[in-house]
């Protein structure tokens, strides 16, 4: 997979104190500078007063600000599986590839057993991977290499059906039916920082599937870069708690 930051707010960090401080003035803060509209905040310098203003929010659960400076992302060749969890995030916007629009005509389907559009859970290569729900904790060689070979066998059938489906006249909305959930899709999505920090809540945890995972540890650490305060408060503090808004 691929995770780049297509967009964001400029300067996020601002932003959010912008919000917050406006909570706590009697001075409207569309007339005042940002140095003025920091004046009280303990600190040094203004660098330092975003810390602590912005350490205080997020101890203090005030996330309202938070929801000011937005990011997009573009996702790159995540399985349909994937794209079924990260998309239940109702305050998350999406753009996802069609397969009625785009079809796999010109895809080898040999290439499919190496990688090429279908995503290889590491289940299927690894003998000693341990998954959610798994029946059987280790498996011997012969399980290992049998298990490989149903799953390729399986992709590479998948892909072949479609493309003779396709071949036979069938619209590619409805020949993607038989192509297998682990097939990939790009995705551009937007969200701001109090869902982005939800997000990573609930898919950064130790209970969420490898590929969400790996999808949002790339997220947090693109936000880290563009929103660096607030992600690294979040990464010391509050990263792994106990999820407080839902189960
Ligand atoms: C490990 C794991 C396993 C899961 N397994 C399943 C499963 O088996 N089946 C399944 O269907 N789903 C499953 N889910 C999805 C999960 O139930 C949520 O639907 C999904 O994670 C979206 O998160 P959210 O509920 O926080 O809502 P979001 O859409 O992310 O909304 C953020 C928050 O806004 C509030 N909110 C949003 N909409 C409403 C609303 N209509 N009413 C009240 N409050 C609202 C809630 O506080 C919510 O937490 C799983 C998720 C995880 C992380």
Redesign the pocket.
Do not use: G, K
């Given at each position: 997979m691929e995770v780049e930051l297509l967009e964001a707010t400029s300067e996020p960090e601002r932003l959010i104190c912008k919000g917050a401080r406006n909570d706590y003035m009697e001075e409207f803060v569309g007339d005042l500078s940002f140095e003025e509209i920091m004046t009280t905040v303990e600190g040094d310098s203004t660098e330092e007063k975003m810390e602590t203003l912005i350490g205080h929010l997020l101890d203090h659960g005030h996330f309202g600000p938070f929801e000011h400076p937005q990011a997009t992302f573009a996702v790159k060749g995540i399985s349909r599986s994937c794209m079924g969890?990260i998309t239940?995030?109702?305050?998350?916007s999406f753009d996802v590839r069609s397969m009625r629009y785009v079809s796999f005509d010109d895809v080898d389907p040999a290439d499919v057993r190496e990688g090429e559009l279908v995503v290889t859970p590491p289940s299927a290569t690894d003998p000693d991977w341990v998954g959610r729900n798994q029946k059987t904790g280790s498996i011997g060689e012969d399980e290992a290499e049998r298990r490989e070979q149903v799953f390729n066998d399986a992709i590479e059938n998948a892909v072949e059906s479609y493309q003779e489906l396709l071949e036979l006249g069938m619209p590619p909305e409805d020949a993607r039916f038989v192509l297998p959930i682990g097939t990939e899709v790009n995705m551009v999505m937007s969200m701001n920082v109090r869902?982005l920090m939800?997000?990573a809540d609930?898919?950064a945890?130790a209970?969420?599937?490898w590929e969400i995972r790996e999808m949002t540890e790339r997220i947090l650490d693109l936000a880290e870069e563009w929103c660096p305060i607030t992600f690294e408060y979040y990464e010391e503090h509050m990263k792994n708690r106990k999820n407080r808004?839902?189960p």
């Open positions: 969890q239940r995030h109702r305050h998350v869902m939800h997000v609930m898919r945890a209970d969420a599937q808004l839902a």
